[in-house]
């Protein structure tokens, strides 16, 4: 089996700071993999660089394209790239507010990435959005609202239904419960790992909830500051932790 | 003509620069050169990206006609006719067939246009995804990458509204199948008109930027399958010439519910009723006139 997403020694350097140094990883189809570790250790960097978003220092981002194979995304020309962030990419913003568009409808928002690849048919566009209000538990009648007149957990919620509306391969999520209160990430929790496992997604998911990871994520990478300290399936790492840090971070977890 | 000024009030290096800017725009058609327009004795939002352009492509022999939404005789229209008599001693015109440029704002001419004919526009807002889109670094890059899936997205909301493509005025358009380009806040009535034998020039002086379109350019109304575009107008005719195929204003008469609609474009309804067309509240034109 050939990976779908594979990562080699990528770094990225803020003037003489680390962003992240060394990183590689393989990542096959219908695969998670969870990025943990604490504030300014690198993961969203990390993830900002595999995205696209950030310019690499070094490294290679390689990518399993529908029409030429492998290809490196990070030397790829800008219009390729563009093309699969808003075809075969998503990207889950911690805020929603970054992903949606505010000032245009529920339906318009889903609906952008469909008009982007060439749909120019609206009853289609629009159907297509209901079709999927629905199927993230956001009510039809919801659909000429602004996401303004939606709460968080909505429009976060609005927000994956808006980015796997193209049905994308490989899903990138930045804290995608993060600022929600507890019962509303678990139904976002529960409605992700159903929509992962139906649509056999494959996803890069950063966090610092481990309970998140615990949840959803195959695999798991520790980061601290820049550097991967520890790789390994998700339950070995939480409950076998081998780096001192990695070992902090699952002891800091409070219980209830 | 008052000899203190140069030609056309100008410096010839200014509209060299200019001139530059608009044989770029000629060859990029929808594409929107910046060009580093001058501060005008006008305030901005009255023309002057048109007054620049319209200044760099007179010449002396040139007859110049200036309308504002197809009036000749509305301020806008008569102070820019006026700078150009005294600054460029042109000879002007209100017939669009006597004009060599025409300087317009928010519309076409009735008339169909010739090849010896240029059209200048008075531009607002050059930037067609602006209120979709803030960042001019974005929307440079959306052009440069043909990304337009967001002018679409402003169509979808019309429609989700209102039912249709409510969308009015400074309707966009895709030029030879490559820039989408906003035509100016012309009726969309007007649309159709834009694919012509003149050459169109849009100043936007504000903004710097000038854009053309070439003769018989190939201009398409964006729209869906489902909802295609329509060039609409008031269901009325002009009700001083007759006329039912031209763009018409809504004239409120009294307080009482009255109200006329007139050709917008005055020197079209005027020779048509120097032609002998009268329409439902006019009075045959030898009266009027005596």
Not at chain 2, 120 to 147: D, G, N, S, W
């Amino acid at each position: 089996m050939t990976p779908l997403f594979q990562v080699k020694n990528l770094t990225k350097f803020y003037g003489n700071r680390i962003g992240c140094k060394n990183v590689s990883f393989d990542l096959y189809p219908g695969e998670v993999m969870g990025i943990v570790g604490e504030s300014g250790s690198g993961k969203s960097t990390l993830l900002n660089c595999l995205a696209g978003h950030l310019a690499p220092d070094a490294g290679e981002v390689l990518f399993d394209t529908r029409a030429d194979g492998m290809r490196d995304t990070v030397t790829m020309s800008e219009p390729e790239r563009r093309m699969l962030g808003r075809t075969d990419w998503a990207f889950v913003h911690q805020h929603a507010r970054d992903g949606l568009r505010m000032g245009v409808s529920a339906g318009g928002n889903v609906g952008e990435r469909l008009m982007a690849v060439g749909a120019r048919h609206y009853g289609d566009i629009r159907h297509k959005a209901i079709d999927w209000l629905g199927r993230v538990e956001i009510n039809a009648e919801r659909i000429d609202d602004r996401p303004s007149a939606f709460s968080g957990g909505m429009q976060q919620r609005l927000q994956i239904a808006r980015n796997l509306v193209t049905g994308p391969r490989l899903v990138f999520m930045d804290e995608p419960t993060g600022g929600l209160d507890v019962s509303v990430q678990a139904r976002l929790l529960d409605l992700l790992r159903g929509l992962v496992r139906e649509m056999g997604l494959s996803a890069i998911i950063v966090t610092h909830d481990l309970a998140v990871v615990r949840l959803l994520a195959d695999r798991l990478m520790v980061m601290k500051d820049g550097h991967v300290v520890e790789t390994g399936l998700t339950d070995q790492v939480l409950d076998d932790p081998q780096h001192g840090y990695t070992q902090l971070l699952v002891s800091s977890v409070l219980q209830v | 003509m008052n000899q203190e000024y140069n030609f056309a009030y100008l410096d010839e290096q200014t509209k060299r620069m200019i001139r530059r800017a608009i044989l770029k725009g000629l060859a990029i058609p929808g594409y929107q050169v910046p060009f580093a327009s001058r501060e005008m004795p006008m305030p901005y939002g009255w023309g002057t990206g048109g007054v620049q352009v319209s200044a760099s492509v007179l010449t002396p022999e040139d007859t110049m006609k200036v309308i504002d939404q197809g009036a000749d005789d509305t301020t806008n229209a008569v102070s820019i006719r006026k700078f150009f008599e005294k600054t460029a001693g042109v000879a002007t015109s209100e017939e669009t067939a006597k004009a060599d440029v025409i300087q317009t704002r928010h519309r076409i001419p009735e008339e169909d246009l010739r090849e010896d004919q240029i059209l200048v526009y008075q531009v607002p807002i050059p930037e067609p995804l602006r209120f979709l889109e803030p960042r001019e670094t974005e929307t440079r890059k959306m052009h440069a990458l043909e990304e337009y899936g967001l002018m679409h997205v402003k169509l979808y909301e019309d429609i989700s509204k209102n039912g249709a493509i409510s969308t009015s005025y400074a309707y966009p358009v895709k030029v030879e199948g490559r820039y989408v380009m906003d035509p100016s806040p012309i009726p969309k009535f007007d649309n159709p008109k834009l694919e012509m034998a003149a050459i169109q020039l849009f100043g936007a002086g504000r903004e710097q930027r000038i854009y053309a379109l070439p003769p018989y350019t190939k201009v398409v109304s964006l729209d869906f399958e489902d909802y295609p575009f329509e060039a609409s107008k008031a269901d009325h005719a002009c009700d001083l010439c007759g006329s039912e195929t031209s763009y018409l204003d809504e004239v409120i008469m009294d307080d009482a519910g009255g109200r006329m609609f007139v050709c917008s474009d005055t020197d079209f309804c005027h020779s048509r009723r120097a032609a002998g067309h009268v329409g439902a509240q006019g009075v045959p034109f030898e009266e009027d006139a005596a």
